[in-house]
Nanobody, 122 residues
Framework: QEQLVESGGGLVQAGASLRLSCAAS????????MGWFRQGPGKEREFVAA????????YYADFVKGRFTISRDNAKNTINLQMNSLKPEDAAVYYC???????????????WGQGTQVTVSS
């Protein structure tokens, strides 16, 4: 069974950094485009960042540009999200996702993880 498992969430103060990881199991996701989404309290799930299967192209939501960096290690079947200069409004459950289409990886991915909580105190 294909599975995406996120880790690295936690409670930090505003201005701090966190690094989220997503480990894929059950299948190799090396041929998949990968993305991160988030859902804050009372909000809809929104796109955060995506990376192509080769890792040569990345995409970011405007509100994280310059602060977050997405990367992947196909040999380890993992992707990461380095989050710097965190703000209270970044608090959310962060989800890892995968799809064979880069368009879908940024909008409506086929595979989802269970999410990891990020809390940012002011």
């Amino acid at each position: 069974q294909e599975q995406l498992v996120e880790s690295g969430g936690g409670l930090v103060q505003a201005g701090a950094s966190l690094r989220l990881s997503c480990a894929a199991s059950g299948r190799t996701f090396s041929g998949y485009h990968m993305g991160w989404f988030r859902q804050g309290p009372g909000k809809e799930r929104e796109f955060v960042a995506a990376i192509t299967y080769s890792g040569d192209s990345t995409y970011y939501a405007d509100f994280v540009k310059g602060r977050f960096t997405i990367s992947r290690d196909n040999a380890k079947n993992t992707i990461n999200l380095q989050m710097n200069s965190l703000k209270p409004e970044d608090a959310a459950v962060y989800y890892c996702a995968a799809d064979r289409s880069i368009t879908n990886a940024r909008r409506k991915p086929e595979y989802w993880g269970q999410g990891t909580q990020v809390t940012v105190s002011s």
